[in-house]
């Protein structure tokens, strides 16, 4: 295997779009320019775009493996991804069986990539590297540099081989789950593989650049009315909520629950809401702020707890909880419920909350939890669990099954993307700055190889049945 060449030096932070004239075997050249032409031109058809000739390199987010220690000293607020996330050019990988090149119209920012641009818990290079010793093929993930980002829509540009299901030319999104599905454990929930692995977190060749690597069995049809950077906003977060709440894995959300959504109107918390509304059930939004309150209330949501306005403290000090602080929190969640406890409770901030969140808990009900943003060192109060016969589930994203199914609730209108701001690929490490510092709303899309916003809508009719819905999250 070709032995990748090293990324360019950077020298200014953001540099201009440098030049990508590179020539192919043919001795023909392509530029990513030529790439975008071919993809916008309403005549081409799939064997043009397979006819293309490959650049050798193209432009992509990433963290360099010799600055993981670049943050030492400083407080997690303090780390700052406009630092540690730089826009290099890099070798094109070589493509193998089962997988997809795909030119990248829009990408997103996740919470994962800001725990990979602060390094936080682990920098992501000790993920690549174990990654690279399962085959002589997943070695080219383990670089010197990690491209980041899950999340992508675009265009697909060449298959390799064994892949029947798509074609160069289909528009696409991809969901962020990679498996190697060799053992048996992986077969009945491809969640268990023991090689599970999340795309551009836990695996090279991630979203955040003009191409990208991904299996075929990643790949699933782009939703028709949505533009490119609507499209790739709800993948990951969409697909986790979807099995975290709704799915047989998860907490089998049913008509008529009340389900307590921690950041109602964050990442997550934003499809939580909406999968609640759309399945019948009464979410419990908790947000911090009125702007964030009203986003809920725009989404349909009518029970909402500003926790900043009420200052739920439910921690004394680093130590000790302060169960009155649980117990002023379920009352609250009452007043608001006519009475009722939570059936599910969506939980993701982890340290700070999930005391609160298994008191105020109903007899038999669920907390399903994804993640420990606050810190995943939880503490709560192991009688109210086992007395009033409380489960808690640990969900983590999706299987390909569960993405497909919330990705088909996209593209059907049921769930619309919450997208509220868009940011070039040059202005990446500021979107993953919002997101770090919580000042962002539902998801932060970036334009990637789209020019512009707005383009890739190829069902106006059923966009315009839905524009209310779609542009809720926009200038709030
Ligand atoms: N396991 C998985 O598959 C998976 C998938 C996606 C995300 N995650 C993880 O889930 C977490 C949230 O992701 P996201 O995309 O939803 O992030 P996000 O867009 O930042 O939204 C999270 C929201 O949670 C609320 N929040 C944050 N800290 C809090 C605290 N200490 N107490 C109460 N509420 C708090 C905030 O809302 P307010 O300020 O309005 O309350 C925030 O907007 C991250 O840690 C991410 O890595 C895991």
Not at 30 to 38: E, R, S
Not at 187 to 203: A, C, K, Y
Request: with cysteine; charged share 25%.
């Amino acid at each position: 295997m070709a032995s990748p060449a090293p990324i360019t030096q950077q020298e200014p932070k953001h540099p201009q779009r440098p030049s990508l004239w590179a020539p192919t075997a043919g001795g023909t050249t392509v530029t990513m320019k030529d790439i975008l032409d071919a993809i916008q031109s309403p005549g081409s058809t799939a064997a043009d775009i397979a006819a293309l000739p490959l650049p050798e390199s193209y432009r992509a987010i990433t963290v360099h493996k010799d600055e993981t220690e670049m943050f030492t000293g400083r407080e997690t607020r303090d780390k700052d991804p406009r630092e540690s996330l730089h826009l290099d050019e890099v070798p094109l990988p070589e493509l193998g069986p089962g997988e997809a090149l795909v030119a990248v119209m829009a990408s997103s920012v996740n919470y994962n990539s800001v725990w990979t641009s602060i390094f936080e818990p682990l920098p992501t290079f000790g993920f690549l590297e174990r990654y690279g010793r399962v085959s002589e093929l997943t070695g080219r993930h383990d670089l010197p540099y990690h491209i980041i980002g899950s999340d992508l829509s675009g265009v697909v540009l060449r298959t390799g081989p064994g892949v029947n299901a798509w074609r160069p030319g289909d528009e696409v999104v991809a969901h962020c789950l990679s498996v190697e599905l060799e053992s048996s454990d992986g077969h009945n929930d491809t969640m268990l593989d023991p090689e599970q692995r999340i795309w551009g977190f836990e695996t090279n060749f991630g979203g955040l650049a003009e191409i990208a690597l991904v299996k075929s069995n990643q790949l699933m049809p782009k939703p028709g009315h949505l533009s490119w950077e609507e499209a790739a906003a709800p993948g990951l977060v969409n697909s986790t909520a979807y099995r975290q709440l709704v799915s047989r894995n998860g907490a089998q959300m049913k008509q008529g629950d009340n389900v307590l959504i921690w950041g109602a109107s964050g990442g997550l918390g934003s499809y939580a809401t909406q999968f609640a509304l759309a399945g019948g059930a009464t979410p419990i939004c908790v947000v911090s702020s009125p702007r964030k309150a009203e986003i809920c209330r725009r989404m349909g949501a009518e029970l909402i707890i500003d926790r900043s306005a009420e200052g739920y403290r439910f921690w004394r000090d680093e130590h000790t909880q302060d169960t009155r602080e649980w117990k002023r929190f379920g009352k609250r969640i009452r007043e608001l419920t006519g009475g009722e406890d939570v059936d599910i409770v969506f939980e993701h901030p982890g340290r700070e909350t999930f005391g609160a969140s298994v008191y105020v808990t109903r007899k038999g009900g669920t907390i399903v939890t994804c993640a420990s943003t606050s810190g995943y060192d939880h503490q709560y109060d192991n009688r109210y669990l086992w007395m009033s016969l409380k489960r808690i589930i640990g969900s983590h994203f999706a299987n390909y099954r569960e993405a497909w199914e919330a990705n088909r609730l996209v593209a059907k209108g049921r769930i619309h993307p919450t997208l509220s701001k868009v940011y070039s690929l040059e202005d990446t490490g500021q979107a993953a700055h919002d997101v770090h510092r919580n000042v962002h709303q539902g998801k932060v899309g970036v334009l990637c190889l789209a020019p512009e916003e707005g383009l890739g809508v190829r069902d106006t009719e059923l966009r315009a049945r839905h524009a209310e819905a779609i542009n809720r999250f926009r200038n709030i």
